[in-house]
């Protein structure tokens, strides 16, 4: 059944998370564990739910609103590139945006936000790979840009977030996660945007071990949860 098979995932996960956390002399509960659902219909999620689960990552903001609808009593992180008309959407039903890349979505974030008088955590999504097909920052243009969310009485910035390069080679790979942490290490000495930016959002299936032993404050873990998922459409 595919419910036990949710359940035993997580299980045979969470004993890989603990292990890892160990090794790195580092306490499980500095490590969030944040599920990622894309795709995945919301039997699914329903099934997680009861594993624990409350809050979910999503890469489309149409996928929260179907998911939403039929699971009121969850809640929704966006992992994914947000644009700019879908920005008031994403303001109106996500708890957390984990990919603010532009200063437009955090404009019309905020716009969005002051209206509904609420406040959004947000991660700003960091291109450490350097593969043109990646969003996120340069990581030159991240201090500069961090400092500019200041602007934004809404968006309460707590951290960073990348997706590293998809290599077999652990040095590649961590090296990734070293320039994320090493950012967040400079934008937390000077204080920028006022913010500690607690958050290193990195580690998905293939590498939150590393991303652990590197200092990952939150695995987002979509595969090894919820089953592999189709090849994305070419368009
Ligand atoms: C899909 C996705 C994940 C999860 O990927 P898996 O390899 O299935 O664990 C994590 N982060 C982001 C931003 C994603 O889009």
Redesign the pocket.
Known sequence: MIEQAIQDRVSALEERIVAACRRAGRPRDQVRLLP?S?TKPGSALAEAMECGFRRF?E?RVQEIVAKQAYLPEAEFAL??HLQTNKAAKAAELAVEFQALDSLRVAAALDRKLQTLGRSLDVLVEVNTSGEDSKFGLAPEQVMEFCGQLKDFDSLNPIGLMT?AMPSTDEEVVGACFDQLAELRNRLRAEAVASSSWDELSMG???DFELAIAHGSTCI?????IFGSRPAPMAV
């Open positions: 990622v894309k990552g890469n992992i994914g997706i998905m299936s293939n987002r873990v979509g595969t090894a």
